[in-house]
C-alpha cells in the first residue's frame, strides 16, 4: 500500500489544478455574460472595439 | 480600429484601453435582443458610427456598454439603433453598481468546497469498502487534511450568519447548518486522533457546504438581478435636461435644476420639473391624468412634471426642484403605500421558521435519549450528530432559491423583469387583473382608419389647416403622405374644416355618424381609434382563457374606454376614474377576497400599482409607475402578460412540489438517524439524491 504515498498526493494535486483553472476563470470575469459568450462562437466577425485584433468596421 | 500598431496585436487590450481614456462611456438597456445576430446586429451599427469608440453587448444583462469619441453625443447611436430595429435607452451610469463581487466570493467557496468535496469522497469510498488500521487512519488523515482548511474557507457564510442571528438571540435556518458543520468536523477530527475506527463525517460536511452554498448562490443572484432591475429601472429615468443660461443651452443633470431656470423642451420631451410655461403649447398629460386628447395650455400656465410637450418647443420657467415636483411627491406616496407590501411572507420563510426548531429539538432529543440509554456521551454526541446532517437543509435550501432563480431568468428571456423578491409568489396567487388604458392597452397615439392615398392626401391637408385636436392628431397619423393642394381652406367652428380640391368641394369634420371625410364622390368614415398595444388583444384572450376576471380602469372618457373594450371583449370597464379612486378599487376588489394584479403606467396609477397585491408597469411607464410595481414588461408585447403569470403559476407549483419531495426525503431518513442507524455513506447518499432532485425538479420545462 506503499503507493498511496504517491497516489493521494498526485489526486489531490490533479483536484487542485482543476481548483485552480476555476478560481482563474472567475478571476477574468468569465461568469459575466454567460449567454452573451455561448452566442458569440456564432459569430464570424469580432465586436468591433478591437478587442481581438483588427476588426472592420462594418456596416449594417 | 486598426491593427497598424504592432503593439496592439501583442496586448489586445491596448486599443480598448486607450479608446476608452479618450470617451465617456455610457450604458444602453436593449431590452429586445436575445441571440447572436442581435449581438452582430447591435455591435455593428454602433461600430459603424464615428461617434462611437467601441461598443460591446451582454446579452445576459440585455446591455451595451459604449464608449463615445470625445466631445460626441449620444443621440446618433440611439437613433441608429432604432433605425436598425432595437429598442435602446440611456441607463442612469450613477444608478448602476458594477459587477457583483459577493456573488463571486461565493463562487469562489462553492469551487473550493465542491474540489475538497469530490477528493474526500474519494477518500472514503475506500474506507467504506472495508479499509482498516494504518491504511484507514492514512485516509482520514489525508480527509482532515483537506476538509478542515476547505471547511475554514467555504463555511465562513454560515458561521456568521449563525454567530449574527445568536447574539441577537434568534435561531435562523444558519444556526443548526453551522453547529451541523462545527460538529460534524469537530467530531471526526476527534475520532482520528483517537484512531478508534468509528466514523468520520468531513465528506458529509463538505458536501453539506456545497449543496447549500449552491443554494445560496442561486438566492444572492435573484435577489441581485432584482436589486439591479431596481437600479435600471431608476437609471432608465430621464437623468438631463437642457437649460439656458443666457440663451445658451446647457446639458446639465436634473437635480442640478433650481427655481428660476429656464429649461428649453423639445418636442417630446418631457418635463423634468414643475414649471410655468412661456409661451403657448399642447400637452400629452396622460400619464398623470390618463386622458387621451392633448390639453391646450397659454403662456403663464403651470406645467406639472411628467407631461410631455406636443408638436412645438417650449421654454419653460422651473417653480420647483427636482424632488420637490409633482412627480416625486407623487412617488414618496407611493413609496409610503408600498410599504404595507413588505409584510408578504415567502415560502422560504414559512419554511425556515418551522424547520430550524424541529431540528434542534430532535437532535437535542435524540442526544438526550442516547446518553440515558448508552450513558455514553461520545455515542450520544455521534448520533445527535447525524440528526442534525441527515435532517440538514440540503434540499430545502435549495428547494426555493432554485425555482425562483430558474423562472426568473426565464421571464427575463421573455422580458419581465421582476424587482421584489416575492414577486413571483404574489403573482401566481392573482385572480383579478385592472389594466389600465392609455399607455397600457394602448400606445397612447391615435390612428386613422386605411385610407387610400387620394383621400389620404385630401385628409391630411385638410388637417393641417385646423388646430383642433383631432385636426392634429389625424394629422400626425398621416404625417407618411403629401398633403394634396387644395384653395379656399376655411374652419368652420364645431363643424369641420373645408376646402376645394381641383374645384370640388371636400370636407373633414362632424358628420351625423362622428368624424367623416367628405370627397366629391364619396363620403369616408374617418373614427379616430386609439392605437393598441402590439397583442393587446392576443393578451386579453389569453388572460380570459386562463380564468382571470379583467377590468378596464381609465381616467378617460366612457365613451372611449366603451369603444376600446369592445374592441378586445372586455366586460367590466371603469371610465373617469381619479387616481384615489383607483386605489380604491383595488382596495375594494381585495376587501371583497379578490387577488388583485394592477397593470398601469402613469402617475395616476401609482398609488393603484402600490396597493394591488401584485403590480407591473410597462417599460415606457413613468418613473413612479416604476417604482411602485412589482416589475416591468420590457418587450412592448402585451402578450409576456398571460406569459408572466403563467410562469408564475408554474413557479409556485415547483416551490410546492419541492418542499415536499424535501419534507418526504426527512420523513424516511430522520427515523433511521434517530434509531442510531444512518452512517456516513446513508448521509451522503441522502443529501445529494433530495438535493439533485430538487434541482431536476426546478429546472426541467
Same mark, same amino acid.
Given at each position: ?60 | 480600429? #486598426? ?43 454602433? /461600430? ?185 429601472? #431608476? ?57 387621451a ?144 388604458k392609455t399607455? #397600457?392597452l394602448t ?17 391630411? !391637408? ?52 362622428g368624424?367623416?371625410?367628405?370627397? @366629391?364622390?364619396? #363620403?369616408?368614415?374617418?373614427d379616430?381609434r386609439e ?20 377590468h378596464l380602469v381609465t381616467g378617460d372618457h366612457a365613451r372611449r374606454a366603451a369603444a376600446l373594450a369592445a374592441r378586445l371583449g372586455l366586460e367590466e370597464v371603469h371610465a373617469g376614474v ?14 371583497? /377576497? ?76 430522520? @427515523?433511521?438517524?434517530? !434509531? ?26
Amino acid at each position: 500500500m506503499n503507493v498511496l504515498i504517491i497516489l493521494i498526493p498526485v489526486s489531490v494535486a490533479l483536484g487542485a489544478l482543476g481548483l485552480a483553472a476555476c478560481i482563474w476563470t472567475l478571476r477574468h470575469g468569465q461568469y459575466e455574460d454567460l449567454e452573451g459568450d455561448a452566442a458569440r462562437v456564432l459569430l464570424d466577425k469580432p465586436p468591433p472595439d478591437g478587442e481581438e485584433g483588427d476588426a472592420p468596421k462594418g456596416g449594417v | 480600429m #486598426t491593427a497598424a500598431c504592432p503593439a496592439c496585436v501583442v496586448a489586445p487590450d491596448a486599443p480598448r484601453l486607450a479608446a476608452e481614456a479618450a470617451g465617456e462611456v455610457v450604458h444602453l438597456s436593449l431590452p429586445g435582443i436575445h441571440c447572436a445576430a442581435c449581438i452582430a446586429g447591435v455591435e455593428q451599427v454602433l /461600430g459603424a458610427l464615428p461617434s462611437v469608440r467601441a461598443a460591446r453587448v451582454n446579452l445576459g444583462r440585455r446591455r451595451a456598454r459604449v464608449v463615445l469619441a470625445p466631445g460626441a453625443e449620444l443621440a446618433p447611436a440611439l437613433s441608429a439603433l432604432e433605425a436598425a430595429g432595437y429598442d435602446a435607452r440611456e441607463l442612469d451610469e450613477a444608478a448602476l453598481e458594477p459587477g457583483d463581487p459577493a456573488a463571486r466570493m461565493i463562487l469562489a467557496r462553492i469551487a473550493v468546497a465542491g474540489f475538497a468535496m469530490m477528493n474526500v469522497m474519494a477518500l472514503s469510498v475506500a474506507v467504506w469498502s472495508g479499509a482498516d488500521d494504518a491504511t484507514r487512519a492514512l485516509f482520514h488523515w489525508a480527509a482532515a487534511a483537506i476538509a478542515l482548511p476547505a471547511l475554514a474557507f467555504a463555511a465562513v457564510p454560515f458561521f456568521t450568519s449563525a454567530w449574527s442571528a445568536l447574539r441577537a438571540r434568534r435561531l435562523n435556518m444558519d444556526v443548526p447548518i453551522a453547529l451541523a458543520i462545527a460538529l460534524a468536523g469537530a467530531s471526526s477530527l476527534i475520532e482520528t486522533i483517537r484512531d478508534a475506527g468509528a466514523d468520520t463525517w468531513f465528506d458529509a460536511a463538505l458536501s453539506l457546504t456545497f449543496f447549500l452554498l449552491a443554494g445560496r448562490y442561486l438566492d444572492q443572484r435573484a435577489r441581485a438581478t432584482a436589486r439591479s432591475a431596481a437600479a435600471e429601472l #431608476t437609471a432608465l429615468e430621464l437623468p438631463r435636461a437642457t437649460r439656458l443660461d443666457d440663451d445658451r443651452p446647457v446639458r446639465v443633470a436634473v437635480a442640478e435644476l433650481m427655481p428660476g431656470d429656464r429649461i428649453a423642451l423639445a418636442a417630446g420631451a418631457r418635463a423634468p420639473v414643475d414649471g410655468i410655461a412661456e409661451g403657448p403649447a399642447r400637452l400629452d398629460r396622460s400619464a398623470l391624468t390618463g386622458e387621451a386628447d392633448p390639453a391646450r395650455i397659454a403662456p403663464g400656465d403651470l406645467v406639472c412634471a411628467g407631461e410631455a410637450v406636443l408638436d412645438a418647443p417650449l421654454i419653460l420657467r422651473a417653480t420647483a426642484r427636482a424632488e420637490d415636483s409633482t412627480l416625486r411627491r407623487l412617488a414618496a406616496l407611493v413609496e409610503i403605500a408600498e410599504t404595507g407590501r413588505h409584510r408578504y411572507q415567502g415560502w422560504a420563510d414559512w419554511a425556515a421558521r418551522l424547520y430550524a426548531p424541529l431540528v434542534h429539538g430532535l437532535s437535542a432529543v435524540a442526544f438526550l435519549a442516547w446518553w440515558a440509554a448508552t450513558g455514553s456521551v461520545g455515542t450520544a454526541i455521534a448520533v445527535a450528530t447525524a440528526v442534525l446532517i441527515i435532517t440538514c437543509p440540503c434540499a430545502l435550501g435549495l428547494a426555493v432559491p432554485a425555482v425562483t432563480a430558474s423562472m426568473t431568468g426565464r421571464l427575463f428571456r421573455a422580458g419581465v423583469l421582476l424587482k421584489s423578491a416575492t414577486a413571483l409568489e404574489r403573482l401566481a396567487e392573482v385572480d383579478t387583473i385592472l389594466l389600465d388604458k392609455t399607455g #397600457t392597452l394602448t400606445s397612447g397615439r391615435l390612428t386613422t382608419p386605411d385610407l387610400d392615398p387620394a383621400a389620404a392626401s385630401v385628409a391630411l !391637408a385638410l388637417a393641417r389647416g385646423s388646430d383642433h385636436p383631432v385636426s392634429r392628431a389625424a394629422a400626425a397619423a398621416l404625417a407618411g403622405h403629401a398633403p394634396a393642394p387644395l384653395t379656399a381652406l376655411r374652419e368652420v367652428p364645431s363643424e369641420g374644416m373645408h376646402g376645394l380640391w381641383d374645384g370640388a368641394p371636400v370636407f373633414l369634420g362632424r358628420g351625423p355618424q362622428g368624424t367623416e371625410l367628405r370627397l @366629391p364622390d364619396r #363620403t369616408l368614415p374617418l373614427d379616430m381609434r386609439e392605437e393598441l398595444r402590439p397583442g393587446a388583444v392576443e393578451a386579453v384572450a389569453a388572460l380570459t382563457a386562463q380564468g382571470h376576471v379583467i377590468h378596464l380602469v381609465t381616467g378617460d372618457h366612457a365613451r372611449r374606454a366603451a369603444a376600446l373594450a369592445a374592441r378586445l371583449g372586455l366586460e367590466e370597464v371603469h371610465a373617469g376614474v381619479a387616481p384615489e379612486q383607483k386605489a380604491a378599487l383595488v382596495a375594494e376588489l381585495s376587501r371583497q /377576497g379578490a387577488r388583485v394584479l394592477m397593470v398601469g403606467d402613469g402617475i395616476n396609477d401609482a398609488a393603484a400599482l402600490a396597493t394591488a397585491h401584485a403590480s407591473l408597469a410597462p417599460a415606457t411607464a413613468l418613473d413612479a409607475a416604476r417604482v411602485a410595481a412589482d416589475g416591468v414588461l420590457l418587450a412592448p408585447d402585451l402578450r409576456a402578460l398571460p406569459e408572466t403569470l403563467a410562469t408564475a403559476r408554474c413557479a409556485a407549483r415547483r416551490i410546492r412540489q419541492n418542499l415536499a419531495i424535501a419534507a418526504a426525503y426527512n420523513l424516511v431518513a430522520i @427515523p433511521v438517524a434517530l !434509531a442510531g442507524l444512518a452512517g456516513p455513506l446513508a448521509a451522503a447518499i441522502a443529501m445529494s439524491t433530495s438535493s439533485v432532485s430538487v434541482v431536476l425538479n426546478a429546472v426541467r420545462r
